[in-house]
């Protein structure tokens, strides 16, 4: 692109002002040229003779900043080759140094090794010393690691034969649980709804008359069940049923009762939740209904809850009552 005069000498000005000297001297110098070619933006300037004043000032301002910037690279180089000089000057002095002691140091090595080597004949033989007590020390270590190996295989088949023999007790010897009746028994039918019978085998049950769910009124008579559990595992789960005559109720007067209820409501809260089990228990004579194996935890938190609720009519069934037996299965 071709500037005429005055661009060529704003923009060389420019330049000198940013400290740009060699850049501003050759847009002033081409300013020159342009002024001998007379190329102006303005041919008949009255300001050329200023102008030219200017660009005159412009040159001579940028050859005295010029020469002040040489003079002061040449300074800066005098100084980094004096600068280069003394650290020439302490590298060979620390090189002299460092091969005068290395000289020394090998000499006093050479000593050192020789008396290691002298050394090193006594250490072996100390350390063949402690190497035999050291293989002592681990094959007595090793006697005692398998006496005390021995010891406790020994306590482990005495706390597994503790423990078996245990087991085998509680499997020969079943938990039996006597009911606790709500209302407890007054002695008659009409003091608390209960009658007292004894067993043909000798057990004593109680007997209520039942009570149809979903009638109006609450639960009468009812037992629970709370075993005391010697240890956590799982356990068979048994009802005794008595067997028993009919019965005349009194309290009210009844004398047509169908027998112990098929639909008894057995709930067993044990270690996994709570289970409703419906038991038969008009065909049992003196026996047992199975309501299952269940988990129980060690001690007195689990129960069997019976009422007399039923699914037959109210008052047309007998609810009956007796021990439980638990009998313990495996953990």
Not at 240 to 268: K, M, S
Request: aromatic share 8%; with cysteine.
């Amino acid at each position: 692109m071709v500037l005429d005069f005055e661009s060529q000498l704003e923009l060389g000005e420019m330049l000198l002002r940013v400290g740009r000297i060699a850049d501003a001297e050759t847009e002033l110098r081409k300013a020159q040229e342009l002024n001998k070619a007379g190329v102006f933006r303005t041919p008949d300037d009255p300001d050329r003779g200023e102008q030219l004043e200017r660009l005159q000032t412009a040159l001579a301002q940028a050859d005295k900043l010029y020469d002040k910037k040489h003079k002061s690279n040449r300074l800066y180089w005098l100084l980094a080759l004096g600068v280069m000089s003394l650290l020439l000057a302490a590298v060979f002095a620390a090189w002299v140094f460092a091969r005068n002691r290395y000289i020394e140091l090998e000499s006093t090595m050479q000593v050192t090794v020789e008396a290691i080597e002298t050394r090193q004949f006594v250490f072996d033989d100390n350390n063949r010393a402690i190497s035999a007590e050291r293989t002592m020390f681990v094959e007595r270590l090793r006697e005692d690691n398998v006496r005390l190996t021995e010891s406790a295989s020994v306590a482990q088949l005495g706390r597994l034969a503790a423990t078996q023999a245990s087991e085998a007790m509680m499997r020969s010897e079943p938990l039996i649980v006597i009911p606790q009746l709500n209302p407890s028994y007054q002695g008659d039918m009409c003091g608390s709804a209960w009658h007292e019978i004894k067993a043909e085998a000798g057990e004593i049950a109680w007997i209520t008359l039942n009570r149809q769910i979903g009638s109006e009124g609450v639960i009468t008579n009812e037992a629970t069940w709370r075993p005391t559990i010697p240890q956590t595992g799982r356990y068979k789960v048994e009802a005794f049923v008595a067997n028993h005559p009919r019965v005349n109720w009194e309290c009210p007067t009844l004398t047509q009762i169908g027998g112990d209820t098929n639909t008894a409501r057995y709930q067993i809260a044990h270690a996994l939740g709570e289970t409703l089990v419906i038991g038969d228990q008009f065909p049992m004579k003196d026996q047992y209904i199975d309501l299952g194996v269940y988990s129980f935890d060690e001690g007195d938190t689990g129960y069997i809850y019976l009422p007399d609720e039923t699914i037959e009519p109210s008052s047309t069934r007998y609810v009956s009552f007796s021990h439980l037996r638990l009998t313990w299965v495996g953990r």
